[in-house]
């Protein structure tokens, strides 16, 4: 194909001699057999190409065919992704892309949305956040010879698979730049032929399907201009391989998130970068600690590995690194003393090492770069100050993982750091009505951030989409403890609150506090699915939104919106018996709240929030915790008048959903009246 592209632009300087069927035939990725089905999308290509472009020289509408292709390739179609995400009526009627300006028009290509050309020949494509919907196709390959730049981040239900779907990426070896973070590119791990993109300079893979496989040490051979890998919030079966150590011109290393199945991944693969400039680790768990040889990392300027579960002593080795400035080493199991050298680093500005097990004082050395030089912006610890503090620093800016919540961001990058310039606060988990930060949903636009929610977008809830009527807690910059589950088949774990409830066989609904490994859980493409892990973590953000039937589907698993308000109890306990399961408990108790926001959503968007707590259940959810702590008389004295009660509201909410149930209600009604009366 290669030898045929550069024939053609030879040829291009003479025109075309043949119609464009027989042109495209030539190259067409199966031999000019796509064009018989005139509803393909190479047909619809090709069909755009003779409307519009058969006069152009042969390279010119080889590559105007090849961005038709993706267009209808990826504009509203269906894939396996979409067909588990909506109902038929939806799937029939899928978004188109957000932005397509002048898309398969008589305009030039290099004025189209997100196209970018070198003299007529294309070389960028970016179309980050643009509802693609498809599979990708693979004749973007014929822009091969020149397209340098590839970003489709953020076009979740853009669909690639195995190998036949993905070999294309081989063929585009002029490429400087791609991107397919949170897309569903689909492969058993980093491919193999990654390795023959050698112009390649930044990769973003993050947050995909190339999940649950290796990171094979042939898929970074060779890429020695490779400046920039996003391999975050993924799954992966093997460590880092030493390929990656050893590429000359990685400055920016981002591995976040991701859990390493069955292997022990410790940090030594750091040993001997050569140009590594800033590397974030959060929240991705490691064996051992900080190797001594960190020391050697000259260029290091920014390091982030929190939540991580690091062991052992600081090495007083990160005192010879003369460029580093920011050291986010907080919450782990750090233990011995600060080390003296790190007073050295006169260009360190961020230094947060709290929430460890280290002891002693803080080095003066240290301390004299804080007061008074006014070298150090932020300085952490554990401090002997606050209690259960180890650590005497009486220069510290903040002295307890609670009290250090201002976490200043690094150097910028595509990714959210970890240590964003945000607030951050510990909060107690008693509540427990919440989903962490690392929650995606589907919404009719895509799969979204569970913190980008708001009061009414249409969610998942399994089988059909559902309307958020209200948040029980919204807080996307709180840390708290959460029990995450990871299922057998998803590539992200579930990170849910201990009370709350997740559903699993039998289509009852228990505390995450009480699932363990071997539970089946309710998945929302359907069927079940083994728990194959469950620990305690420690992330950012807590979010609960509200839909009407009280579920929703949470990084695929089918979850209440609801939690138990009596620990590790799936039902309310009056007098040691269940009574009702705890998820029907709140929707029934929470049928007054919808109806307000029924009949006027505006209230509800103008909800407000206290501590992330939504103001209008802090007094109920108090109340109800009281009662439960009182005796059976007690208990049963307030539940029962009260179940009376919203069940009125409940039957009024069933019967105004439906317009039909409504008109026969009332029609009873009259009939009941007009029978009364011919009785008297």
């Known amino acids: 194909m290669r030898v045929f592209l550069f024939f053609s632009l030879c040829l291009s300087l003479v025109g075309a001699q043949s119609n464009p069927r027989q042109i495209l ?51 509203g179609k269906s894939n396996k992704r979409t067909d588990v995400a909506f109902t038929q009526f ?70 690639t698979e ?11 070896t002029s490429l400087r730049e791609l991107f397919f973070g949170t897309t569903s590119f689909e492969y058993n791990g980093i491919p193999t032929f990654i390795g023959a993109l050698t112009n390649l300079e930044e990769i973003d893979v993050s947050n995909t399907f190339f999940t649950r496989g290796p990171i094979p040490s042939m898929a970074f051979t060779g890429l020695t201009l490779l400046t920039y890998i996003d391999m975050a919030d993924n799954i992966y079966t093997s460590e880092i391989p030493n390929e990656i150590s050893q590429l000359p011109n990685l400055q920016y290393l981002y591995i976040d998130n991701v859990n390493f199945l069955g292997v022990s991944q410790t940090l030594n693969f750091l040993i001997g970068m050569s140009a590594i400039f800033e590397n974030w680790m959060d929240f991705t768990a490691f064996v051992g600690g900080l190797p001594t040889e960190m020391g050697q990392l000259s260029t290091l300027k920014s390091f982030s590995c929190c939540f991580c579960g690091l062991s ?30 790190l007073g050295k680093l006169s260009s360190m500005l961020y230094l947060h090492v709290e929430g460890n097990s280290l002891q002693g004082t803080m080095p003066q050395e240290i301390c004299q770069n804080r007061v008074p030089l006014q070298l150090i912006e932020e300085l952490g610890a554990d401090c002997t100050s606050e209690p259960g503090g180890t650590v005497d620093c009486p220069c510290c800016t903040c002295c307890s993982g609670e009290a250090c919540d201002n976490f200043s961001d690094g150097t910028p990058s595509p990714t959210s750091s970890p240590t964003a310039d945000q607030e951050v606060t510990i909060i107690p988990i008693a509540p ?29 809830n399994g089988d059909k989409f559902d309307e958020i009527f209200s948040f029980g807690h919204k807080a996307e910059n709180m840390i708290a403890d959460f029990v995450q589950i990871q299922v057998d088949g998803l590539h992200r774990e579930l990170e849910i609150s201990p009370n709350h409830m997740i559903f699993v066989e039998g289509g009852s609904s228990k505390p995450a506090s009480t699932v363990v490994v ?31 039937s009280g579920k929703i589907a949470v990084n695929g698993i089918v979850a209440s919106t609801y939690v138990t308000f009596q620990e590790n109890s799936d039902s309310l306990l009056i007098g040691g018996h269940k009574v009702i399961n705890m998820h029907w408990v709140s929707q029934i108790s929470m049928a007054p709240h919808r109806l307000v926001c029924q009949f006027d959503m505006e209230i509800c968007k103008g909800e407000t929030y206290t501590d992330g707590m939504n103001s209008w259940m802090i007094g109920p959810y108090n109340f109800t915790m009281n009662v439960l702590s009182q005796g059976t008389f007690a208990k049963t004295a307030v539940f029962v008048p009260f179940f009376i009660a919203v069940c009125f509201s409940y039957l009024l909410e069933f019967f105004l959903s439906s317009p039909i149930l409504t008109i026969l209600g009332l029609a009873t009604l009259v009939l009941y009246k007009k029978n009364k009366k011919v009785v008297a």
């Not at 195995?162 to 585009?172: E, K, M």
């Not at 089946?520 to 939104?545: D, F, I, R, W």
Request: aromatic letters at 10%; one cysteine or more.
């Open 162 to 172: 195995g190998d036949d779907g993905n070999r294309w990426i081989a063929d585009l």
């Open 432 to 460: 427990g009505i919440c989903f962490s930060g690392n929650t995606v949903v589907e919404t009719i636009a895509g799969p979204t951030p569970i913190a980008d929610l708001q009061v009414g977008d249409m969610v998942k």
């Open 90 to 159: 939806s799937k029939d009627n899928l978004p188109g892309w957000r932005t397509n300006s002048s898309w398969v028009t008589s305009a030039g290509k290099c004025t189209w949305h997100g196209i970018s050309c070198n003299g007529n020949f294309v070389s960028q494509i970016q179309l980050p956040d643009n509802r693609l919907f498809g599979t990708f196709p693979a004749e973007v390959s014929l822009l091969s010879q020149t397209l340098e730049t590839l970003d489709l981040y953020l076009n979740f239900y853009l669909v």
């Open 518 to 548: 071997g539970d089946k859980v309710m998945l929302a493409e359907g069927g079940l699915a083994n728990v194959v892990s469950v620990k305690t973590v420690t992330s950012k953000g807590v979010h609960a939104p509200f839909t009407r």
């Open 25 to 75: 035939s030539s190259v067409a990725l199966q031999g000019g057999a796509e064009f018989n089905d005139p509803n393909s999308y190479q047909s619809q290509a090709l069909r755009f190409v003779e409307q519009f472009r058969s006069t152009e020289v042969l390279l010119e509408m080889i590559q105007y065919y090849a961005l038709a292709c993706i267009f209808f390739a990826t504009n």
């Open 312 to 341: 052992g002593p600081i090495p007083s080795e990160l005192g010879n690194l003369p460029a580093l400035d920011r050291l986010w080493v907080y919450q782990n199991d750090l233990t011995g003393t600060i080390p003296t050298e």
